[in-house]
């Protein structure tokens, strides 16, 4: 069996693994390889969930530092990847008070609005006693076009293969080797630090490293929560905001033919978590999510006519990875970092995918500062995964909500899929 020498590996061909590479990479380590058998992107960053996160709703440090980063990519790949843009909040007083304070904190801009614009006023929405709205600086994303902007400085470095395990020597508590699976054979990856950034499958390797050998720290276990999207396709105006008192954010993006598509998330009652999801399952829609989708859309909007031949729906439940189950300390989407207590080893978990630029910096000064060799003198040879004749993966990820991954209906078709649209 065939070994491979590198500085560093990175497991995962998502966002967060990605953004790793890149600046990793700037940082000036070149002996650098990233590994994954799923086309690049698919998992969450594939379902491009709507406007993206720069700390409004969370005041974490990791999304509030990473907001300037991102505005800046968006800004030099010409809004193909996403934008920073107005986006409205209704909320009742006492929120909007709460949220106010986050904002002024955090220095983040925004304007107090007296009158409902007329694109939203034109579908009936109006301001109820006791409740404010606000103009705030998110923004849409395009979780496809981010992966490719990221991964194609780099495809000679990524490797389409399955790590079958991480090879673990307790007397130097170090990762030894990754073996992996490819469609030319088994290979040995020989890394100096292992970085591990796989989503759902951080589980699976955690798992397996820690019932093969006495690991000195045990990894947490991981809830997932199931966030509901309705997707409105069609001529409807630029809805994309968090509507609090509703329950409700959207993001309204447009699709290859130039066509307003709405996402609609459903927020409220999504604290419960399931700890066991099988990796693969395929998650069951949620008739009653859907009838909430679409009755506060009807309060917040009481005049759209859902029955209008120019509108399409569509609809999915989608898996979303939460921090580690029974940990006080962690926020929901707050990005968490382990080494499980091993010398060579990371593994992370975001949260949004606006805080992978926040672990990645943390985690690079984190090994600056210890002086790690491979990041104080790396290695000056680019690793070029054809050299070593492993297979390259090209392939992105569609977007969940592209043909072929979503079926669209009209409402009166839609109603015969659920329903309860018609019972209530």
Same mark, same amino acid.
């Given at each position: =069996?065939?070994?491979?020498?590198?500085?560093?590996?990175?497991?995962?061909?998502?966002?967060?693994?990605? =953004?790793?590479?890149?600046?990793?990479?700037?940082?000036?380590?070149?002996? *650098?390889?990233?590994?994954?058998?799923?086309?690049?992107?698919?998992?969450?960053?594939?379902?491009?969930?709507?406007?993206?996160?720069?700390?409004?709703?969370?005041?974490?440090? +990791?999304?509030?530092?990473?907001?300037? %980063?991102?505005?800046?990519?968006?800004?030099?790949?010409?809004?193909?990847?996403?934008? #920073?843009?107005?986006?409205?909040?209704?909320?009742?007083?006492?929120?909007?008070?709460?949220?106010?304070?986050?904002?002024?904190?955090?220095?983040?801009?925004?304007?107090?609005?007296?009158? @409902?614009?007329? +694109?939203?006023?034109?579908?009936?929405?109006?301001?109820?006693?006791?409740?404010?709205?606000? +103009?705030?600086?998110?923004?849409?994303?395009?979780?496809?076009?981010?992966?490719?902007?990221?991964?194609? $400085?780099?495809?000679?470095? @990524?490797?389409?293969?399955?790590?079958?395990?991480?090879?673990?020597?307790?007397?130097?508590?170090?990762? =030894?080797?990754?073996?992996?699976?490819? +469609? #030319?054979?088994?290979?040995?990856?020989?890394?100096?630090?292992?970085?591990?950034?796989?989503?759902?499958?951080?589980?699976?390797?955690?798992? =397996?490293?820690?019932?093969?050998?006495?690991?000195?720290?045990?990894?947490? $276990?991981?809830?997932?929560?199931?966030?509901?999207?309705?997707? *409105?396709?069609?001529?409807?105006?630029?809805?994309?905001?968090?509507?609090?008192?509703?329950?409700?954010?959207?993001?309204?993006?447009?699709?290859?033919?130039?066509?307003?598509?709405?996402?609609?998330?459903? @927020?409220?009652?999504?604290?419960?978590?399931?700890?066991?999801?099988?990796?693969?399952?395929?998650?069951?829609?949620?008739?009653?999510?859907?009838?909430?989708?679409?009755?506060?859309?009807?309060?917040?909007?009481?005049?759209?006519?859902?029955?209008?031949?120019?509108?399409? *729906?569509?609809?999915?439940?989608?898996?979303?990875?939460?921090?580690?189950?029974?940990?006080?300390?962690?926020?929901?989407?707050?990005?968490?970092?382990?080494?499980?207590?091993?010398?060579?080893?990371?593994?992370? %978990?975001?949260?949004?995918?606006?805080?992978?630029?926040?672990?990645?910096?943390?985690?690079?000064?984190?090994?600056?500062?210890?002086?790690?060799?491979?990041?104080?003198?790396?290695?000056?040879?680019?690793?070029?995964?054809?050299?070593?004749?492993?297979?390259?993966?090209?392939?992105?990820?569609?977007?969940?909500?592209?043909?072929? #991954?979503?079926?669209?209906?009209? %409402?009166?078709?839609?109603?015969?899929?659920?329903? @309860?649209?018609?019972?209530?």
């Amino acid at each position: =069996m065939k070994t491979i020498n590198c500085d560093c590996l990175i497991i995962g061909g998502g966002i967060q693994g990605l =953004m790793l590479l890149n600046l990793l990479q700037e940082a000036g380590v070149q002996s *650098l390889a990233l590994v994954t058998d799923q086309p690049l992107g698919e998992g969450e960053s594939n379902h491009t969930h709507g406007y993206y996160n720069r700390g409004y709703f969370n005041s974490l440090i +990791s999304t509030v530092e990473s907001s300037h %980063w991102w505005d800046h990519f968006f800004k030099q790949h010409h809004d193909k990847c996403g934008k #920073k843009d107005n986006a409205y909040v209704i909320t009742n007083e006492s929120d909007a008070q709460h949220l106010k304070s986050i904002w002024q904190a955090k220095s983040l801009p925004y304007q107090s609005l007296e009158k @409902i614009p007329a +694109s939203l006023q034109s579908l009936g929405c109006e301001l109820k006693p006791q409740q404010q709205l606000f +103009s705030v600086q998110e923004g849409t994303i395009n979780g496809c076009a981010i992966i490719t902007v990221l991964a194609q $400085p780099y495809r000679k470095q @990524i490797v389409d293969a399955r790590v079958q395990k991480l090879i673990y020597s307790e007397e130097q508590n170090t990762i =030894m080797q990754a073996e992996i699976n490819t +469609s #030319k054979g088994t290979f040995l990856i020989k890394s100096k630090h292992y970085f591990l950034c796989a989503g759902r499958n951080n589980q699976l390797l955690t798992t =397996m490293l820690t019932q093969a050998h006495h690991l000195r720290k045990n990894l947490v $276990p991981n809830t997932v929560r199931f966030i509901p999207m309705l997707l *409105l396709k069609g001529k409807s105006p630029d809805l994309t905001g968090v509507y609090l008192s509703y329950g409700l954010t959207m993001a309204t993006t447009y699709d290859e033919e130039k066509q307003p598509v709405t996402i609609i998330s459903y @927020i409220k009652g999504l604290s419960s978590t399931h700890e066991l999801v099988a990796l693969g399952e395929k998650i069951t829609d949620d008739a009653q999510l859907v009838y909430q989708c679409v009755t506060q859309f009807k309060k917040l909007f009481p005049q759209f006519k859902f029955d209008n031949n120019d509108y399409q *729906l569509a609809y999915f439940t989608g898996p979303k990875i939460d921090s580690p189950a029974d940990n006080n300390e962690i926020m929901n989407n707050d990005c968490y970092m382990d080494d499980l207590g091993i010398n060579n080893f990371d593994f992370i %978990w975001p949260g949004l995918f606006t805080n992978s630029y926040y672990a990645a910096t943390e985690l690079i000064k984190k090994y600056r500062t210890a002086g790690a060799s491979w990041l104080v003198t790396p290695a000056k040879t680019l690793f070029n995964a054809a050299d070593e004749q492993l297979p390259l993966q090209q392939e992105i990820a569609k977007e969940y909500r592209s043909p072929g #991954k979503l079926e669209w209906y009209s %409402w009166n078709d839609f109603c015969k899929k659920y329903p @309860i649209l018609l019972a209530k």
